[in-house]
């Protein structure tokens, strides 16, 4: 783990010193390179994810959570890390307008993520209120 956490590190702080000194003279080169080490970055931590999600399946299956309910915090922790890297790249790029038009996405692809769940919770609570007006 510590290895490959390096390993990112080493890239990362490597094509940042290659950017500085090629964005003088090659800022279009500078901006690939970024990018270029950015999607590199991703395709390590995605390879790091795999192992993290079959522990979670298997804790998930032992304590009896439902699967559906893991995907729903997977799916907002992927869409709230894709939605920050695309606006940190937006802002790399000097595009601030697209960054914040990419966070605002993220926003809106979360809530309507969110909706089954309220959906879930108020059929929940009008059940525990129908339950205790009979039952009361």
């Known amino acids: 783990m510590t290895a490959v956490l390096t390993g990112i590190v080493g890239l990362l702080?490597?094509?940042?010193l290659l950017a500085?000194?090629?964005r003088g003279q090659r800022p279009e080169i500078a901006m690939v390179l970024s990018l270029l080490a950015g999607i590199l970055v991703m395709v390590v931590l995605l390879e790091q994810l795999v192992p993290l999600l079959r522990t979670l399946h298997r804790i998930t299956e032992r304590g009896g959570v439902e699967t559906e309910s893991l995907l729903v915090v997977l799916k907002a922790a992927g869409i709230s890390l894709l939605t920050q890297l695309t606006a940190d790249t937006c802002r790399d790029a000097g595009e601030n307008a697209l960054a914040t038009k990419a966070e605002l996405a993220g926003r809106v692809l979360l809530l309507t993520l969110a909706v089954p769940l309220f959906e879930r919770i108020l059929t929940l609570v009008l059940r525990l209120v129908q339950g205790a007006e009979v039952g009361g």
């Open 13 to 16: 702080l490597c094509a940042a």
């Open 20 to 22: 500085v000194v090629l």
